[in-house]
C-alpha cells in the first residue's frame, strides 16, 4: 500500500532554533518527493522537490535529503522564524500514469518568540 | 506566476442546499485540476481529478452525483456540493498543473473554501 507517514505529528520550538522533520513513504515505483509549507487556512506550497537521484537540496532556510534507499526524507528548518509556524506537508509521487501524489499528515510547527 | 484562484474562500450554508466552489489558475492553463477535502489536522485527501473537456475520475468512496466536478475551460473548475449536509463541512481545496508539463511538476493550490453547513 502506497503510504507517506510524517512525525512528529507537532512541534513547538522557540525562535531561532533549528528543527528536523521526518517522512518516511512506501510509495512505489518512486518518482519524487516534495515538501510542502501549509499555512492555517490557505493552500500548500511548494518549498523542495527531491527525484530519485538528488540527496540534498536547500531553499534558503529550508534544507530536503532525500534516502531513496531507505525511503527517508528530512526537512531541516534553520534559524526558525515566527513566519515557519505552519503545518509541512510531504508528498510522495509515483511514475507512471498521471504522477497522483499521496500526501502524509503533515507535521505542525509552531514557532515561538 | 502560476497563481491559482479558489473562490469563495468561506462559505456557511443551510442543510439541503447546494453550494459551487470554483478553482480558477489566472495565469496558466490547467489541463488537469485536482479536488480535496481537509478535516482539521488531517492531511489533503483527494476527492476527485479533474479533466478539461471530459467526465471527472473520482475516488472511492466519493460519491459523484454528491459532489458534481464541471471543468469546462482550461482555466476553471467548479465543485457543486449538492445537497450538502453538516458532515460535509469541512475545508475543500483544489490543485492544477500547467499544462504540458511533466508529472513531476509542481501542483499549485488555490487557497481553499471552508464549507460550514448548519
Known amino acids: 500500500k502506497n503510504q507517506v507517514e510524517q512525525s512528529p505529528q507537532s512541534l513547538i520550538i522557540l525562535e531561532g532554533k533549528n528543527c528536523t522533520l521526518q517522512?518516511?513513504?512506501?510509495?512505489?515505483?518512486?518518482?519524487?518527493l516534495r515538501w510542502y509549507k501549509q499555512d492555517t487556512g490557505r493552500g500548500p506550497v511548494s518549498l523542495t522537490i527531491?527525484?530519485?537521484?538528488?540527496n540534498t537540496k536547500s531553499n534558503g532556510r529550508y534544507t530536503a535529503t532525500l534516502d531513496a534507499d531507505t525511503k527517508q526524507s528530512s526537512l531541516h528548518i534553520t534559524a526558525s522564524q515566527l513566519s515557519d509556524s505552519a503545518s509541512y506537508i510531504c508528498?510522495?509521487?509515483?511514475?507512471?500514469?498521471?504522477?497522483?501524489?499521496?500526501f502524509g499528515r503533515g507535521t505542525s510547527l509552531i514557532v515561538h518568540p | 506566476g502560476a497563481v491559482v484562484s479558489q473562490h469563495p474562500s468561506r462559505v456557511i450554508c443551510k442543510s439541503g442546499t447546494s453550494v459551487k466552489i470554483e478553482c480558477r489558475s489566472l495565469?496558466?492553463?490547467?489541463?488537469?485540476m485536482f479536488w480535496y477535502r481537509q478535516f482539521p489536522k488531517q492531511s489533503l485527501m483527494l476527492m476527485a481529478t479533474?479533466?478539461?473537456?471530459?467526465?471527472?475520475?473520482?475516488e472511492q468512496g466519493v460519491e459523484k452525483d454528491k459532489f458534481l466536478i464541471n471543468h469546462a475551460s482550461l482555466t476553471l473548475s467548479t465543485l457543486t456540493v449538492t445537497s450538502a449536509h453538516p458532515e460535509d463541512s469541512s475545508f475543500y481545496i483544489c490543485?492544477?498543473?500547467?499544462?504540458?508539463?511533466?508529472?513531476?511538476?509542481?501542483?499549485?493550490f488555490g487557497n481553499g473554501t471552508r464549507l460550514t453547513v448548519t
Open positions: 490543485s492544477a498543473r500547467v499544462s504540458g508539463q511533466l508529472g513531476n511538476s509542481p501542483l499549485h
Open positions: 517522512c518516511n513513504y512506501t510509495v512505489s515505483p518512486f518518482s519524487n
Open positions: 527531491m527525484t530519485f537521484s538528488e
Open positions: 508528498v510522495v509521487s509515483r511514475s507512471g500514469g498521471s504522477y497522483i501524489p499521496t
Open positions: 495565469d496558466f492553463q490547467a489541463t488537469t
Open positions: 479533474s479533466n478539461e473537456g471530459s467526465k471527472a475520475t473520482y
